[in-house]
């Protein structure tokens, strides 16, 4: 079964600051997403990362894929509030998508 | 374009009463599917459609659980008979054939069981 693990799960961190997150994946997978979920709201497609050494930058994010270690990372630059947010990682599975837990990230002045 | 729409936004039901959850995917997506989504347990696929075929329920938690998908523009998922363990966000998503298979979620719909 295909598990999907990131970490951390909780990070609070000063504006200006640099930072990764980590998604690990189990099984062998061609696909990974990155979503952001403000509190109360929907998920929102941010990166979707096709294959191995893919690297997708978005103003602050920047998200990148290593298929051969099943690890993918989204990095914030300088953070800011804006940022604030949970950000999740998602593997393909077939036709359907497997979710990590969740960042909960918290920028703060 | 009109984006996944889902309704009711809230519902605030007592125990026992039936619940039903509306979907209406993006117009030319093949794809819906329906997640739960708690703090516990975090985001939980409960089944997908393909063409309006059900794939997978192996998701659905129980019985009290089922879904539908009549046309190409509507879905439901229908609780009954509710539990208070229910009380969650239900998001749907739909997505098109061949597109990278990224999935575009709809508001939510936030079920409380009292």
């Known amino acids: 079964e295909l598990k999907v693990e990131q970490n951390p799960l909780f990070l609070s961190m000063q504006e200006g600051k640099n930072y990764t997150i980590y998604c690990n994946y189990s099984t062998t997978s061609d696909r990974l997403y990155w979503y952001r979920q403000d509190p109360g709201k929907s998920l929102e497609s941010l990166f979707v990362?096709?294959?191995?050494?893919a690297v997708k930058q978005e103003g602050r994010l920047m998200a990148s894929l290593d298929t051969k270690a099943r690890l993918s990372t989204l990095h914030i630059t300088a953070a800011v509030h804006d940022l604030s947010a949970t950000y999740f990682c998602?593997?393909?599975?077939?036709?359907?998508?497997?979710f990590g837990a969740g960042t909960r990230l918290t920028v703060k002045p | 374009d009109a984006g996944v729409i889902q309704s009711p936004r809230h519902e605030v039901t007592e125990m026992g009463q039936e619940v039903t959850l509306r979907c209406k995917p993006i117009s030319g997506h093949d794809y819906l599917f329906w997640y739960r989504q708690t703090m516990m347990r975090g985001l939980e696929l409960l089944i997908y459609?393909?063409?309006?075929?059900?794939?997978?329920d192996s998701g659905m938690p129980e019985d009290r659980f089922s879904a539908k998908m009549p046309n190409a523009s509507f879905s439901t998922l229908k609780i009954q008979p509710s539990e208070p363990r229910d009380s969650a966000v239900y998001f749907c998503?739909?997505?098109?054939?061949?597109?990278?298979?990224?999935?575009?979620f709809g508001p939510g719909t936030r079920l409380t069981v009292l």
């Open positions: 459609f393909n063409n309006n075929v059900p794939i997978d």
């Open positions: 990362l096709l294959s191995n050494g």
């Open positions: 998503a739909s997505r098109r054939a061949g597109n990278y298979n990224e999935q575009f």
């Open positions: 998602a593997v393909n599975n077939n036709n359907d998508m497997r």
